[in-house]
């Protein structure tokens, strides 16, 4: 285990980052982990069990490796230094683009601002 102030330097260094999600999560679906949000604004290569959701997240294949069996893993341990490095500057630009907290905080305010307006015209459940 790693400090999170350790976090960016280990997920920079990785020529490869296995995800393993918690099986909780990966049951509930729709459910990433922070880290898997981490390691791709470090620029990091990801390679990660699948879920249902997943790929409303990172595109698989392009921005994310996903592996169903040993032999995805060794498929990509086996990619070029190229290869590696166009899937992370790809989550990259993907978790730069579309979630960072600020992504998350202006979603929460079109949420809210809705959820208002439409209280004003009727009731609370009809917001919802």
Known sequence: HLPPADHPAFFSSSRLTLNVTREAMARQGWCPSGRLFEAAACGAAI???????LDSFFTPGSEILLAHST???????????????????????????????????AELDRILNDAFSSMSK??????V
């Open 122 to 127: 009727g009731t609370m459940e009809e917001a």
């Open 47 to 53: 390679i990660s069990d699948d879920w249902a959701g």
């Open 71 to 105: 032999g995805d893993v060794v498929a990509a341990l086996d990619l070029s230094e190229n290869e590696i490095a166009t899937l992370g500057r790809r989550a990259r630009e993907r978790v730069l683009d579309e979630h960072t907290s600020a992504h998350r905080a």
